[in-house]
């Protein structure tokens, strides 16, 4: 590219001063405090690639303090055309990849690359834009996690990034611009930053501090009194903000102008609510009520979402009701009962266990209750997943299985969770039929009462072929477990 074509060499007019002039207007509380020339690129399918019509563009770090929020905005020189609209959060990642190419990850994933022109003076902006969005990327980090500061008297606002400065472009030293590849154009005057898109970006914007929340102190924590004494108890000592009454921050309409007109701004916010989550009885403390049923739910939901324990001798980690459950069995002793697995509970019983559980009551597994209402619960959490556990692998190879060996290699097909959570369920029912001459549930009849819980049937038109299929699924898990039971030591479940 030419030195004809880069603004900011000879013969071309220089960036527009930014430093009194805002974005919308001298009543804006939006202004740019850092701006340079660049090329703007896009990451497509791992290849740089220019955005949009190519070209030089202007870039600018916009500040707004009336909530001091900022976002990186760029267009082209030539037309105009608005290539960045992006908020600077902590999510953000600026990276120099060379000293004339930066990329740059917005909070939604999106990477763009900035080409800057090889000269002296195109070097010397890359540097201060560089150093100017890490700076505010690292202040938004530490409003996620503050600290007490070590010179209470420093402050953002007086850092030198955060004055507002003007781009004076210098007479380029080389001619060329050593991003990816990148289409030359045909120079035009520029007058001034163009408005910027009646759309011009994200909806909105992401304040990388709590949304004006009003806070007593670095360190003030007030108690929850929607929670119960117990629970209360249960809460970290850790830095929290207050609940109370929430500060609105004035409208903005110049980000929200493509917005649904009929939704009117609010007019009071009040937090009222702090939901914990206990890692240890993977329960939700302080939830709403009408929250607690879905957030706390333990059946019918995928096992990526349920709260889980690493169990020894499994790659992934197993969902806490399972385990729990087995050693509420294993504990009352349940592997001498007769017909364990087979026989079914109380129906009442049953169903005020599951009722319990699923509203994140783990303590209530260690009640002294029929046998059969363990044993039955696990196989209705099988039963009653969203996606059964043997969809995971092919039918075919189901099928085909003829010996413990053909299942071991299917099994080690199966992706994670899934192929923890079998293996859990066969080493349990190794672990069952141990016993089975007292229990009379031998390795074929657990595979005979598990097996069904593992798949359905929908999937299947002609109805034949899903009787044969349940009953090579059954062969299948009869064959995982003889596999189980053949390793020298399975895992031990205490």
């Known amino acids: 590219m030419a030195d004809s074509d880069y603004p900011g060499g000879p013969g ?41 019509e190519g070209g030089w563009s202007e870039v600018h770090l916009c500040e707004d303090v009336a909530d001091d929020t900022h976002r990186i905005l760029a267009w082209t020189v030539k037309s105009q055309q608005v290539l960045m609209n992006c908020n600077v959060t902590a999510e953000c990642i600026y990276k120099e990849k060379s000293k004339n190419f930066h990329s740059f990850a917005d909070e939604l994933g999106n990477r763009y690359g900035l080409g800057f022109h090889k000269s002296e003076s195109g070097l010397k902006q890359a540097a201060q834009f560089l150093s100017s969005v890490i700076t505010v990327i690292e202040r938004c980090k530490q409003d996620l996690n503050p600290s007490p500061p070590d010179n209470p008297a420093h402050s953002y606002h007086t850092h030198s990034q955060s004055k507002t400065v003007s781009y004076t472009p210098q007479h380029p030293l080389q001619s060329d611009v050593n991003p990816p590849h990148t289409a030359a154009y045909q120079p035009q005057p520029f007058h001034a930053p163009p408005q910027p898109s009646p759309s011009p970006g994200p909806t909105g914007s992401s304040s990388s501090r709590p949304n004006g929340v009003e806070r007593t102190g670095t360190n003030a924590f007030q108690p929850t009194a929607h929670l119960t004494h117990e629970l209360s108890k249960t809460l970290p000592t850790v830095p929290i903000g207050p609940l109370g009454n929430l500060k609105i921050l004035p409208p903005k309409p110049q980000k929200h102008l493509s917005g649904d007109k009929r939704i009117k701004n609010p007019t009071a916010v009040e937090h009222k609510v702090r939901v914990m989550h206990d890692k240890e009885t993977g329960q939700y403390m302080g939830l709403p009520a009408e929250w607690a049923d879905e957030l706390n739910k333990q059946f019918g939901v995928n096992p990526k979402q349920l ?138 009849n657990m595979a005979i009462v598990v097996g069904p819980n593992l798949f359905n049937t929908e999937k299947f038109e002609n109805p034949m072929k899903a009787m044969t299929y349940s009953g090579k699924v059954v062969e299948f898990v009869k064959y995982a477990i003889d596999w189980r039971v053949s390793q020298a030591q399975p895992p031990q479940h205490n």
């Open 307 to 444: 709260p889980g324990v690493q169990v020894h001798g499994y790659g992934a980690k197993i969902p806490k009701v399972l385990e729990d459950l087995r050693k509420g069995l294993f504990g009352a002793q349940g592997y001498e009962q007769v017909g364990i697995f087979r026989l079914a509970p109380n129906a009442s019983d049953n169903k005020a266990m599951k009722v319990r559980i699923n509203k994140g009551d783990f303590e209530s597994i260690e009640e002294k209750v029929d046998v059969n209402v363990y044993a039955n619960l696990i196989k209705e959490w099988f039963r009653d997943l969203p996606d059964p556990l043997l969809n995971c692998i092919n039918p075919d190879l189901i099928e085909h299985v003829q010996n413990a060996t053909h299942a071991q290699n299917v099994v080690q097909q199966f992706p994670e969770p899934n192929q923890s959570i079998f293996l859990w369920l066969c080493d349990m029912c190794v672990d069952i039929a141990r016993y089975e001459k007292t229990n009379k549930m031998s390795t074929q």
């Open 12 to 52: 071309q007019s220089a960036m527009a001063s930014m430093s009194t002039e805002s974005l919308h207007g001298n009543n804006s509380t939006e202004k740019s405090i850092k701006s340079c020339y660049a090329v703007v690129y896009e990451l497509q399918n791992r290849k740089w690639v220019v955005s949009g």
